[in-house]
T-cell receptor, first 113, second 117 residues
Framework: ETGVTQSPTHLIKTRGQQVTLRCSSQSGHNTVSWYQQALGQGPQFIFQYYREEENGRGNFPPRFSGLQFPNYSSELNVNALELDDSALYLC????????????FGPGTRLTVL | AQKVTQAQTEISVVEKEDVTLDCVYETRDTTYYLFWYKQPPSGELVFLIRRNSFDEQNEISGRYSWNFQKSTSSFNFTITASQVVDSAVYFCALSEAGKAAGNKLTFGGGTRVLVKP
């Protein structure tokens, strides 16, 4: 148990819809990173939030956006869903140092039909 | 750009056999961090080890051991006397220090380990 929680566990959406995924970080952690893991592949970095501001972004289009709240929980929003967005979305938290270990939540499985 | 390669996509062993997972990485930085994570069928990534680029000492933790060789840019992972509970996908990952993008992790494609009774 890492203390990182995510909701919902599973989600089914249709193409063109919008989705919001949520993450609560481990106590004492102020940095949250989001990753997308397609079936059979390694996780891909989407973006990171540090003290409520975006602190780096991977190669994902602007329809992937996020928020971090004062309690360091976070949301990942995806607009105009595409079939290729079907994946496991993983959230990871760290204490905030650039080199700290990231601890992952159980993930949200998103299926886009 | 940084890159992590795990050439073995799947390894199948019989319980009590040893299994070694290969990881080769590419980076231009002199300071970086390497990680191994385990992903059981439940999906959660479980942290196993973190090693910085200045520490080339091998490490052993129970049945797990890691061999870091900077000269060959490799960070291999061995499970000794494998057990059925070791069945999972294992990921090697790299993080570069001092980047504006924070400590993003670059993952390899993973190696699926199947331990048969």
């Amino acid at each position: 148990e890492t203390g990182v929680t995510q909701s919902p566990t599973h989600l089914i959406k249709t193409r063109g819809q919008q989705v919001t995924l949520r993450c609560s970080s481990q106590s004492g952690h102020n940095t949250v990173s989001w990753y997308q893991q397609a079936l059979g592949q390694g996780p891909q970095f989407i973006f990171q939030y540090y003290r409520e501001e975006e602190n780096g972004r991977g190669n994902f289009p602007p329809r992937f956006s996020g928020l971090q709240f004062p309690n360091y929980s976070s949301e990942l929003n995806v607009n105009a869903l595409e079939l290729d967005d079907s994946a496991l979305y993983l959230c990871a938290s760290t204490r905030g140092g650039r080199t700290d270990t990231q601890y992952f939540g159980p993930g949200t499985r998103l299926t886009v039909l | 750009a940084q890159k992590v390669t795990q050439a073995q996509t799947e390894i199948s062993v019989v319980e009590k056999e040893d299994v070694t997972l290969d990881c080769v990485y590419e980076t231009r930085d002199t300071t970086y961090y390497l990680f191994w994570y385990k992903q059981p069928p439940s999906g959660e990534l479980v942290f196993l080890i973190r090693r910085n680029s200045f520490d080339e000492q091998n490490e052993i933790s129970g049945r797990y051991s890691w061999n870091f060789q900077k000269s060959t840019s490799s960070f291999n992972f061995t499970i000794t006397a494998s057990q059925v509970v070791d069945s999972a996908v294992y990921f090697c990952a790299l993080s570069e220090a001092g980047k504006a993008a924070g400590n993003k992790l670059t993952f390899g494609g993973g190696t699926r380990v199947l331990v048969k009774p």
